[in-house]
């Protein structure tokens, strides 16, 4: 007996709700922690806690969760264990923009009271961030939950600095660095994107300090000179062999510096001379290394001209550029000024222009973490998909230098180094209490903080309870899959690895799942400048969670960025309907009475009844290949086709075709018991194939799955924890399923005629078939269902039967030609009036694009665009006059 009545409609907003809370209730997400079962694990990319998540958030979610709700229906012990980032940077800028509008600034709040504040941020956003991935289905394991900045990650965090630190692999030092001054922090490389814009490039002449004639320049940043130390020139540039080791005088400043020979110039760019700025250019500060130049930083921490600038201190780097060309200008010391296109450095977060530095820092010494990294990836021990990925992997570790990790922000972890002023450096795994040189308590703590991906690159094994030798440390590490985009390979896939190397001695994960970016439906970046960004949780208000995840899901090729549009989400929540809709038939069927009791044939696979139709052979053969081709695809770590291939199934085979041909058997018979117990066969193979339907569906559409599912009789608890469909090697039926595939066809082909003549449906209409000699048979099997799908009536299936006069034609290969004969069908004369006049029509549309075509001022002046769009409309419509034509002569 059926439990309720399937209401009449899906209702998304009443049904999602409903059904989290249900899985919550039951505890379904929640990993076992124990047994004999095989593990799967992943751990979430943890979202900053900086406000909403956004559609890129939305499919890795999603993909993440097709995945881990798969392998629990394997059988596997399931972890996916979240948490959230406290996102150093990001989160500061933004409770800072907070402070601003109220008047204030951390610096007022002091170090604590401010972090007082970000923590009551980070309580409302994670809280936000957490109810949009109930929104969204995650099955994640809340029980485990983490945050980067909770009491076990912190001291996982403290453990690693301090090991790396005594293994000589962290050091404090003077270096270039990148400075962000809206930030006021140190940034490592890959924090810093290079934006192409359109500069100058300003020739400069440095006068020879004997008088005797000068040296030209070429720089971008004419504000730097200021700081220059010295002059470069190739050792080999036979035009300055003469001048290495004298002395030019620097303009403006009239400091006199000295010019070097360095392999690093090279002789083509500009004049082949250099100007030599140590304190403000990496290269620039290595050649002044190799050298003995002078660092002399003009610009500061704030973006502005320092003291050691002369006149121009305290000027914005931008308004000392114009100032310092101006009286170079007027002292006749430009050379030339020309356009130039450049890369310059911006912060990824704020996008200020980033400035290189001199300052103390703290740095990971790269080179020996590096090269088991690139080991493990070349090995197969990680594997990349797309496999091209592991290229960029490699090129970036292969040329990596050192990472600077600290960062002059109070939100994040401290740095656990103490200074004393005896000149001690305490790094422990404690807070000391005195000094173990000279025995002081007046110690000073680091203020800085570290880079947020240090602590982001130990989450695999953090976030199980290393340090400790946790019992989920041991049953749950490495994990299985990371899911992420391809922008982060940098900043966190290859830290991950080298971390986890390191101190696990094994990688993290086993396969990482590269996606691409979510751009708006004209390719571009969503961005909040662009205004084109689209909210997840709106789109979930609108249509539903399962229609957004199958849209995005279905667009989702590994590694490639995939376009956002809404028709796909229509699309999507149509198959929703459809879902809904043929479950609802299935349900509404299994009596004979609408209420009354279930009566209907359990089919059991493994002992098939006698007197299964062929129609019901077919829909087992194709949802056996279905259910073999959807686990191929997701263990091949394509949920994309994988769900094209559910959607495919469900709605083509089972909805259009299967539940269509059922109700030949359904709805009519002669009352025989013979006709009953067809019936009642059918009735379960409906349920059976719908049951292996919601299975298949339920990993990328959870909530309507689930709640069809507990419509149907005889069910499991819940589908979240039912069985994965496995093939059955007994539900192969090839024979079964190539007859029905004719007659699919020969339908297709009348439903064509028909539609060619405008016939509507319901209305009969003659059809003559004249099959091959072997098709006829199958054909003539399924005589009741050709004359009920195709309204043919009368019927002829006949090998022999002549062809007949003024009747469409359509052929399908060398097995079957079908007619539909017109007269008395339709008015013939009428109809060839119609298309008369729709070739006319057609001619002089030709003749106007073949006009065009044909004018060689067209052809010269047209932009390229409309010339092939003008083509296109030539060889449409030239197929279309031919198709017409042919339909004329038929009707003859």
């Not at 180094?417 to 000391?432: Q, R, T």
């Amino acid at each position: 007996m059926v439990r309720d009545f399937i209401p009449p409609a899906y209702d998304p907003a009443a049904v999602e709700k409903h059904r989290y809370r249900y899985w919550l209730k039951g505890n379904y997400f929640r990993a076992a922690g124990k047994g004999d079962e095989k593990t799967f694990t992943i751990v979430i990319p943890p979202p900053n806690i900086t406000g909403s998540l956004h559609m890129g958030h939305a499919l890795d979610i999603t993909i993440q969760d097709t995945l881990i709700r798969w392998r629990r229906m394997l059988g596997d012990d399931a972890l996916w264990l979240p948490g959230t980032d406290h996102a150093g940077i990001a989160t500061q800028i933004r409770v800072e923009e907070d402070l601003a509008g109220e008047g204030l600034t951390r610096h007022q709040l002091g170090r604590e009271g401010f972090l007082e504040k970000v923590w009551e941020w980070k309580e409302i956003y994670h809280r936000q961030i957490l109810g949009q991935l109930y929104s969204l289905g995650a099955s994640c394991d809340w029980s485990r939950e983490r945050f980067t900045m909770d009491e076990g990650c912190s001291r996982a965090v403290r453990k690693v600095f301090v090991d790396l630190y005594r293994a000589g692999l962290i050091y404090r030092g003077n270096y270039m660095i990148n400075w962000c001054p809206r930030c006021h922090t140190a940034l490592s490389d890959i924090e810093v994107e290079h934006e192409e814009i359109a500069s100058t490039l300003t020739h400069i002449r440095y006068p020879l300090a004997g008088g005797d004639g000068y040296i030209v320049v070429a720089t971008t940043r004419p504000e730097s000179m200021l700081g220059d130390s010295g002059v470069a020139v190739h050792p080999e540039d036979q035009r300055y062999i003469d001048l290495v080791g004298r002395e030019v005088v620097l303009p403006l400043l009239k400091r006199k510096i000295p010019i070097v020979a360095d392999e690093y110039v090279d002789p083509a760019f500009g004049s082949g001379a250099v100007k030599v700025t140590p304190a403000h250019d990496p290269n620039d500060f290595e050649i002044g290394r190799r050298h003995d130049l002078e660092l002399i930083p003009v610009i500061g921490e704030e973006g502005k001209m320092t003291a050691a600038a002369g006149p121009y201190a305290g000027l914005e780097r931008e308004l000392c550029r114009e100032k310092v060309v101006a009286a170079l200008q007027a002292e006749g010391l430009i050379e030339k000024i020309e356009e130039y296109s450049h890369a310059v450095g911006h912060c990824h977060r704020c996008h200020t222009v980033v400035e290189p530095l001199i300052s103390r820092q703290w740095f990971v010494r790269m080179k020996p973490l590096a090269g088991p990294a690139l080991e493990a990836v070349r090995s197969g021990e990680t594997v990349f998909v797309p496999a091209r990925f592991s290229h960029v992997y490699e090129n970036w570790l292969e040329n990596i230098r050192d990472w600077c990790i600290s960062r002059q922000l109070w939100w994040g972890h401290r740095i656990p180094a103490w200074y004393c002023s005896c000149g001690e450096i305490i790094v422990d795994y404690d807070d000391p209490v005195s000094c173990p040189s000279c025995g002081s308590g007046s110690l000073e703590q680091d203020p800085d903080v570290l880079d947020t991906w240090f602590s982001s690159a130990l989450w695999p094994f953090s976030t199980l309870g290393w340090p400790e030798k946790s019992a989920d440390l041991e049953r749950y590490f490495p994990t299985d899959v990371l899911v992420t985009a391809y922008d982060i390979i940098f900043f966190w896939v290859a830290r991950m690895i080298f971390m986890s190397l390191y101190f696990m001695k094994e990688v993290p994960f086993k396969v990482v799942y590269i996606h691409g970016l979510v751009r708006d439906a004209e390719g571009r970046k969503m961005s909040k400048s662009l205004g084109n960004g689209i909210d997840p949780l709106e789109v979930i208000a609108a249509y539903g969670a399962d229609t957004l995840r199958f849209s995005l899901i279905t667009g989702q090729a590994p590694g490639n960025d995939q376009r956002f549009r809404h028709e796909n989400v229509e699309a999507a929540r149509n198959f929703a309907n459809k879902i809904w809709n043929g479950s609802r038939f299935v349900l509404m069927n299994l009596s004979d009475e609408p209420g009354g009791a279930t009566d209907y044939i359990p089919f059991q696979p493994d002992s098939p009844p006698e007197g299964l139709t062929v129609e019901d052979r077919w829909i087992l053969h194709r949802c056996n290949r279905a259910v073999e081709q959807i686990s191929a695809a997701l263990e091949g770590y394509e949920p994309g086709e994988a769900a094209r291939l559910v959607y495919e199934f469900l709605w083509n085979d089972f909805c259009d075709w299967y539940v269509e041909l059922s109700k030949g058997y359904l709805y009519s018979g002669d009352g025989t018991a013979a006709s009953r117990e067809t019936r009642r066969r059918t009735r379960g193979i409906l349920l059976y194939v719908l049951d292996r339907v919601l299975r298949l569906l339920h990993p990328f559409m959870p909530f309507i799955s689930e709640e069809i599912w507990h419509y149907l009789p005889q069910r499991e608890t819940a589908l979240i924890v039912s069985s994965w469909p496995q093939p059955h090697p007994r539900l192969n039926y090839p024979a079964e399923a190539a007859a029905v595939t004719l007659l699919q066809e020969a339908i297709r082909a009348v439903r064509n005629l028909r539609s060619r003549v405008q016939l509507p449906p319901g209305r009969e209409a003659p059809v003559i078939l004249r099959p091959s000699a072997d098709a006829a048979a199958v054909l003539e099997s399924g005589r009741h269902q050709l004359s009920r799908l195709a309204f043919a009536a009368p019927l002829t299936i006949d090998p022999s039967a002549e062809k007949p006069r003024q009747a469409l034609a359509e052929m399908i290969g060398d097995q079957l030609e079908v007619y539909l004969p017109l007269a008395g069908v339709i008015d013939l004369e009428a109809e060839r009036s119609r298309l008369g006049k729709e070739l006319q029509q057609l001619e002089k549309e030709l003749l106007r694009t073949r006009g065009k075509l044909e004018n060689p001022r067209f052809m010269k002046k047209a932009p390229p665009e409309i010339v092939g769009r003008e083509k296109a409309r030539l060889k449409e419509r030239t197929a279309k006059k031919e198709k017409l034509e042919a339909r004329i002569q038929e009707l003859q």
